[in-house]
């Protein structure tokens, strides 16, 4: 079944941002499957310039990235008229306790702990999507039916 462009266009986009490139992969590929539009990135610069492109409805920043980190990416994203609506969700290996704390400082609107399997992360990205409630709640039932 192909879709034409208005109904591509409103599916949700997010941008992953991930160094590690089977992960970034492994995300990409899950989340198109569960129908959403997907773009990637390799690091906070490449996400700050992502991002102010094409206007994601969601960002899921790992936070130690090469060069800008996530910490300071969001921070930047975060205080752009341009990208500040944008949520922002951490999706990062730093589990200590007060990590997702020190995230929502940062700027994040939300903290997903890796691992994170594919299907947990479409449940956990569905609140974010605001201007997508039929959609998020259309893969929320995906995810059921896949277990």
Known sequence: MSLNAPDYLARPLILIVEDFDDAREMYRDYLEFSGFRVETARDGAQAIERAVESSPDLILMDLSLPGIDGWQATRILKTDPGTSHIPVV?????????????????????????????PDLVTAVAPFLKGHAQFAARARRAKVRNR
């Open 90 to 118: 951490a999706l990062s290996a730093h589990a200590l306790p007060g990590e997702d704390e020190r995230a929502r400082e940062a700027g994040c609107d939300g903290f997903i702990a890796k691992p994170c399997m594919p």
